[in-house]
């Protein structure tokens, strides 16, 4: 301000924007007036939760408001990134981190006599994702906002997020995710920019008045999208991007037929099943059911965010053909990849165009990132059920085929085989949509989600397109955001490195190498080692409140959190568990390194072998934790419900993080990064990440076993038998004789029949073949933690070289790769009053 000036720019600190504690005070105690109606002797702990988060939410606003305003105004080329699940986590206390503003407003917040931690442990997180996919999805939301790109995230407002998991008997038990029961105070509705989507019914053909062939779909019925808005805050930028998620409700009218004609019943059921659609998330994690309700919530979706973004065009009076220039969309897997033929039927059949330019358009405008190798995950529709929920869809789809399979027909001649593989339909036996082959066509982009991935994408399930299309075939390997994993949840460790290097990292991650200097700082270390060490003593807390079983804070904090899955071998870590414990039993006196065996996740509702692992472990639990022998030496907790909330408190207290999928089969995984980052060494297989992590972190300083994929593949071909390890260990024979005795299931030699069976005739993820090298690399792990010092210069490095696994890199690298986008910065108007 110029000082000769009679004017006076003030800052006027409006109850919704400004930061001050007493403004944040005042507001605070407005909003549970106001919003809650209730005042402070009969407030319950939700009614403060809700008062600050609209405190909070008022202050995204301006951002967020001008973010739209700004991008609207700059007609912004904008990121749109199709997903089915996004798991957000919890939003208030990421909102305070991206906001600048966490300190003062525990501050005031203490200051009125409420306990802040116990206001943030209130929210209900949206839990609108299954593990992996979804979680990457709300990552890379971050990212987006924080390196200030234009993007919007798609996807459905499931009334019921994933399963609220218990622990009953060791089994596990599925309980209802009513997360919207008291209200979501991070979403606007927006009824206006309702849509309509249709399904079913038939296809008639006509001739328009140019003389031109059309077809119009006339469909059986019609249900109304509603978006949901939700601000994704970037940190420290004024960014302010857009979830819209799409609620599917009746519209007024539903069946009028029914209706009049006094069938009051068909009408209300009629409505219900609209309702139906995002009514819940699958629960399946890297399996599909092939379930018509699946389809509809995939069409429902993408149909609602193609409508949106022609809307969007049409405000901005960008003309039609201009699609690609202003939206990149990103299909986060197959799930929303009917966009290929939704946004040509869009084109055709609602805005007059012809298939060459909409063809032209769709296939410049899409991305496919695939996110898995598994068959099982792979998605197909019966031809039949798919006609009769998308008519109009399946003749575009036939229509793309023929087209394709011409193209096919002319590179690679003759090659009856490859044109059957490729062929957008299955007719190897009862006829399929292939989705993912739908997507490779239909797409300019193909990317896997870790080099390793890409790689065996390209030499496997997609081989055939990539030989057709390699210029299409590019790796993004995953990257978590450092400030919900780090920043917030692991605030002292972020302090203690800010305080070395600044707190540039938390933008820059690869600033975190600057933390090798450090490595040889005794200071430092012992430092970095009594954060570790506290923050598990709040961990064995938190499990002795919620479990009552005393875990000791100096063993080994060996932890797997991740969805249960064969693939995944949680089962492989019981063995190792039961393999120490028989030496225990064998000789009670001898010296073990202390560990406690953290699991964590949810198994599929329908996956019963996943959900017998669960009982084993528990079951494991039961007998080791109450052995005297065992003298506490190990223990085994299986921890209730793991979700993004509770995933935030078990990354920074681990000291070992489980990595041990057969290799080959994890496409990526991120928690793999989150350990890491947090300074926790990795077991695990040249699997996914964990070869890049391995590269970056140091081989010394990562704990390898095990077969590599090549090794997996050469064993199935060469005929793998299990018998053969089970005779040739006594060490694993005893581990299975003893679990198959029923030793851990008080005699019933019945309950673990299915996992020994399974183990013993056909072990389809080589357990066996892998047991050895895993207890092996145990021992080191026991060996390296003896030598503290050894330990905790380990684990430093681990955190210092994790910097390329920010979702931040991730991100540009689609930018500059895929989505050609540039940042679009926000200002922000100062409120100024003038003082003449
Ligand atoms: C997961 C992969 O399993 C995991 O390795 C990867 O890190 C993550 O995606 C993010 O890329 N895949 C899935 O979660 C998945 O395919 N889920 C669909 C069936 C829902």
């Avoid at 199709?82 to 909102?95: D, I, K, Q």
């Avoid at 203690?496 to 933390?515: A, D, P, Y």
């Avoid at 005393?550 to 089962?571: G, L, M, T, W």
């Avoid at 030793?743 to 047991?771: E, Q, R, T, W």
Wanted: aromatic content about 12%; charged content about 25%.
């Amino acid at each position: 301000p110029n000082p000769n000036s009679t004017q006076e720019i003030v800052r006027i600190e409006d109850d919704r924007t400004g930061l001050g504690i007493e403004t944040l005070k005042r507001a605070f105690l407005d909003n549970l007036f106001y919003i809650q109606g209730k005042f402070p002797a009969i407030a319950t702990l939700n009614d403060y939760y809700m008062a600050l988060a609209y405190t909070v939410r008022d202050r995204l606003f301006k951002r967020w408001i001008t973010t739209a305003e700004t991008y609207g105004n700059q007609k912004a080329r904008t990121v749109c990134y199709l997903s089915a699940e996004f798991l957000m986590g919890p939003h208030l206390g990421n909102n305070l981190i991206n906001l600048g503003i966490y300190e003062q407003v525990k501050q005031a917040i203490e200051e009125l006599g409420l306990n802040f931690e116990e206001l943030l442990e209130q929210e209900e997180e949206p839990g609108l994702g299954n593990g992996g996919l979804g979680r990457l999805a709300a990552c890379y939301l971050d990212s987006l906002a924080t390196l200030e790109i234009p993007a919007l995230g798609y996807g459905i407002r499931y009334e019921f997020g994933i399963f609220n998991q218990r622990i009953q008997d060791g089994w596990q038990v599925e309980i209802t995710d009513k997360w919207l029961r008291y209200g979501n105070p991070w979403e606007v509705s927006r009824p206006e920019w309702a849509v309509e989507v249709k399904f079913g019914g038939h296809t008639e053909s006509f001739t328009d008045e140019h003389g031109a062939y059309r077809v119009r779909w006339i469909p059986h019925k019609v249900v109304n999208g509603i978006p949901y808005d939700t601000p994704i805050s970037g940190y420290s930028v004024n960014t302010c991007n857009t979830l819209r998620l799409w609620s599917a409700e009746a519209p007024e009218t539903f069946d009028f037929d029914a209706f009049n004609a006094g069938d009051y019943s068909r009408a209300v059921q009629q409505k219900m099943a609209s309702e139906t659609i995002s009514k819940v998330l699958y629960p399946n994690d890297n399996l599909t059911q092939g379930k018509i309700l699946r389809l509809e919530q995939q069409f429902f979706f993408v149909s609602c965010s193609l409508q949106d973004m022609i809307r969007i065009l049409e405000r901005q009076g960008i003309p039609l053909e201009q699609f690609p220039e202003k939206f990149s969309i990103q299909l986060n897997d197959t799930h929303p990849s009917i966009t290929v033929v939704e946004l040509m039927r869009l084109l055709m059949d609602e805005h007059g165009m012809e298939w060459n330019k909409a063809w032209g358009i769709t296939t410049r405008s899409l991305a496919y990132t695939n996110h898995t190798l598994l068959p099982e995950a792979l998605e197909r529709w019966p031809i039949s059920l798919f006609g009769q929920l998308l008519p109009r869809h399946l003749e575009i789809i036939f229509e793309i085929n023929r087209r394709f399979l011409d193209d096919v027909r002319l590179k690679f001649p003759d090659d009856w085989e490859r044109l059957g593989r490729m062929s957008l339909i299955d007719e190897s036996g009862e006829r399929y949509v292939r989705m993912a082959n739908l997507a490779c066509v239909g797409s300019f982009a193909i990317n896997g989600v870790a080099a390793l991935h890409t790689e065996l994408l390209k030499e496997g399930v997609l081989r055939d397109f990539y030989e057709m299309y390699p210029e299409k075939f590019n790796n993004k390997t995953n990257g978590v955001t450092p400030r919900r994993f780090m920043v917030l949840s692991n605030f002292r460790l972020a302090n203690l490195i800010s305080r070395k290097i600044g707190n540039n990292w938390v933008k820059h991650l690869e600033e975190l190498h600057k933390l090798e200097d450090f490595v040889d700082d005794p200071d430092f270390r012992r430092e970095f080692r009594e954060i570790k060490q506290a923050i598990k003593q709040d961990l064995a807390v938190y499990i002795k409140r919620t479990t009552n079983i005393d875990v000791n804070p100096n063993s080994i904090f060996d932890i797997q959190s991740k969805r249960i899955h064969e693939y995944k071998r949680q089962h492989l870590n019981a063995l190792h568990i039961v393999t120490l414990y028989n030496r225990i039993k064998a000789n009670p006196d001898i010296d073990i390194t202390p560990r406690t065996f953290l699991f964590g996740g949810k198994a599929a509702p329908g996956y019963y072998m996943a959900k017998l692992i669960i009982k084993l472990i528990n079951s494991i639990g039961d007998v080791v934790n109450r052995d005297p022998d065992v003298r506490g030496r190990l223990k085994v907790v299986f921890l209730e419900n793991y979700n993004v909330k509770f995933a935030q408190r078990v990354y920074p207290a681990a000291d070992l993080s489980e990595q041990i999928s057969t290799a080959g089969k994890e496409a990526s995984g991120t928690g793999n990064m989150k350990f890491a980052l947090n300074g926790a060494l990795t077991i695990g297989t040249l699997d996914g990440a964990n070869v890049e992590i391995r590269e970056e972190v140091g081989a010394e300083n990562f704990f390898l076993f095990g077969l590599t994929a090549d090794e997996v593949y050469a064993k199935k071909v060469a005929g793998y038998n299990p018998m053969d390890y089970y005779y040739s260990n006594p060490e694993l024979k005893l581990v299975i004789d003893r679990i198959a005795s029923g030793f851990f299931s008080h005699g019933d030699a019945n309950l673990f029949k299915p996992i020994v069976d399974n183990l013993l005739y056909g072990d389809p993820y080589m357990l066996l073949a892998d047991y050895q090298a895993y207890v092996d690399c145990q021992e080191q792990v026991s060996q390296a933690y003896q030598d503290q010092d050894r330990w905790t210069r380990m684990s430093i490095l681990n955190v210092a070289r994790m910097g390329k696994f920010s979702s931040d890199r991730s991100i540009r690298d689609y930018c500059e790769g895929i989505w050609h986008v540039q940042s679009v910065p926000i200002k922000l108007e100062e409120y100024v009053q003038e003082n003449a």
